[in-house]
């Protein structure tokens, strides 16, 4: 069957250090997305790929990058972690050409910056 | 500003009851607007779609309404039962043709026995 994984599942991490969440679909998906979610904000978007080589800016994206090298995996790294940065972290995907415009979500990465 | 409103208060109701939640939005217009379940320690999961001409959609126990006049949209679970006990999300569409989604802070359902 078809999924979505993260990994890991648990991080802590120090300030200032760089840490990079893997994100990995076997739906292929042109459409990726990285969204992080914390009480009182909801899910809020960071970077979203529509394809290979493509990255886009989401409302919440200073401190953190995408690339996108391969349909499967849109890895997102914190270039120097910052406490708050602590949250979970959502990978979610989907397919622009199903009418739903579901999008499937990760199990989430839980990100604690010490 | 645009903003998507969902209760933050939890949604307590009798097993067998129907629970409403709602969605209100200012400053979108969503071409569809979606419901999603999150259970805790998961990721959200699809529910239903409904697009801005249809006033009514249906999926089992779950009916959702859309009123682009009043922008707002009705989320309904009936006969519930303790297993719909989660949190339910509304996410809009911010249509550039690829589905890119805003969220909704979520409300809590919790149905007691």
């Known amino acids: 069957d078809a999924e979505i994984t993260q990994s890991p599942r648990h991080k802590i991490t120090e300030t200032g250090r760089q840490v990079t969440l893997a994100c990995h679909q076997t739906?292929?998906?042109?459409?990726m997305f990285w969204y992080r979610q914390d009480l009182g904000h909801g899910l809020r978007l960071i970077h979203y790929?529509?394809?290979?080589?493509?990255?886009n800016k989401g409302e919440v994206s200073d401190g953190y990058s995408v690339s996108r090298s391969n349909t499967e995996d849109l890895p997102l790294t914190l270039e120097s972690a910052a406490s708050s940065q602590t949250s979970v972290y959502f990978c979610?995907?989907?397919?622009?050409?199903?009418?739903?415009?579901?999008?499937?979500f990760g199990p989430g990465t839980r990100l604690t910056v010490t | 500003s645009q903003k998507i409103e969902q209760n933050s208060e939890a949604l307590n109701i009798q097993e067998g009851k129907t629970a409403t939640l709602t969605c209100n939005y200012t400053?979108?217009?969503?071409?569809?607007l979606q419901w999603y379940r999150q259970d805790p320690g998961r990721g959200p999961v699809f529910l239903l779609l409904?697009?801005?001409?249809?006033k009514e959609k249906r999926k089992e126990r779950l009916k959702v309404t859309f009123d682009t006049t009043l922008k707002q949209s009705l989320f309904h679970i009936t006969a519930s039962q303790p297993a719909d006990s989660a949190t339910y999300l509304c996410?809009?569409?911010?249509?550039?043709?690829?589905?890119?989604?805003?969220f909704g802070k979520g409300n809590q359902v919790v149905v007691i026995p």
């Open positions: 979610a995907s989907s397919d622009p050409g199903q009418g739903t415009y579901e999008q499937y």
């Open positions: 739906w292929n998906h042109n459409n």
């Open positions: 790929s529509y394809g290979v080589q493509d990255t």
């Open positions: 400053n979108y217009s969503p071409a569809y």
């Open positions: 409904i697009r801005e001409n249809e």
């Open positions: 996410a809009l569409a911010l249509f550039d043709g690829n589905n890119r989604l805003a």
